[in-house]
DNA sequence: GGACCAACGTTATAATGTACCAATTCTCAA
DNA sequence: TTGAGAATTGGTACATTATAACGTTGGTCC
């Protein structure tokens, strides 16, 4: 998310839950701007750290898990289960349930949403008579770049966020 | 897995282990064993609870995390990133990444191993120039058993195991 | 204004996972 | 067979992630 998108991926966002009838509240686009901010998952405490940094109110846990949970719920943001961690969505404009691929050498996360992973998903549920409700694909590798480079399989670099204490 | 299966799948395991020059140690098995004897996932905690109830020796959290870290080298067992949990694999011949249809009615997890699923990961991953190490694949939902019965919407029954405390 | 309800603040605690070091057990060569 | 070295396990403490419970605030609608 490139800053001057950001204000725009959060005006979209403000939108899209007026006409639910929904109520982006300033604690939450608070915590939608923290993760929109970076295209690296961040953890719930990392999150909170960065909301406490942003303002002399003291903030706890439960804070930020709520507001994680609304914005989960409208799809404005997903949880990356392999890394106990959370993104932004990069089009939230219908709810969906990404795929993405997580490299392990600078963090970066993109997403995906490809047809063919979906339908082969879909029949393999279907041939078993499971009603999936909410696929988890998360691929844990390396991008072109960090393959790309001779130091690319050892430990990550980059930003913090999750991982990288 | 089955009561008189369970013998022939942890001597399976051993002879797997012996091939490859690791040894299936006694504590190894005890937690191999206890995650034989269902299809349900179990959280590290349930299985040291388990280990507890069967030996008067005393068992710390490491110690099962050991135990778990070697399985799952091994392939001998998969963790279940969405449940925070862990479970015996149906086919440990060769190491694999499999695709898990979890069901949130009954607890069951049903594992699979579907060439379109791998094929349209790999086309995916291929594409964005991604090296995909680690796939995670979880679908979480309900099984054809739980969808017939009426109830089936609700929250979980069946064995303990996670998340039915 | 007051009743209501969603959102938030606050404290405490549960659940999951790991760092670290000591004690034990196993293996293999001398 | 025995002792050195490696692998495994025991055990304490602590880090990280997540939630329960309850009170307070603030906006909305009559």
């Known amino acids: 998310m490139t800053e001057p998108g950001l204000e725009q ?31 690296r998952p961040l953890g719930a405490y990392a999150i909170l750290d960065a909301l406490r940094d942003q303002s002399a109110r003291s903030t706890a846990p439960p ?14 943001i997903h949880r990356i289960e392999s890394l106990h961690a959370f993104i932004g ?7 969906h ?4 691929l997580i490299c392990r050498g600078c963090g970066l996360v993109e997403e995906k949403e490809d047809d063919r992973i979906q339908d ?6 279907q041939d078993s008579g499971f009603k999936s409700e909410r696929p988890v694909v998360e691929l844990i590798g ?16 980059g930003q913090p966020g999750v991982g990288s204490p």
Chains 1, 2 share one sequence.
């Open 9 to 39: 991926w959060l005006n979209q966002a403000d939108a899209l839950c007026r006409r639910r009838g929904a109520r982006l509240t300033a604690q939450r686009r608070r915590v939608l701007a923290i993760l929109g901010r970076t295209r």
């Open 63 to 76: 804070t930020v898990y709520r507001a994680l949970e609304f914005l989960l719920e409208h799809g404005l």
């Open 142 to 157: 390396l991008c072109a770049d960090c393959r790309a480079r001779p130091i690319s399989a050892s430990e990550p670099i």
């Open 97 to 100: 349930a990404g795929q993405f």
């Open 120 to 125: 082969s998903l879909g029949q393999t549920a």
């Open 89 to 95: 969505c990069t089009h939230p404009e219908h709810p």
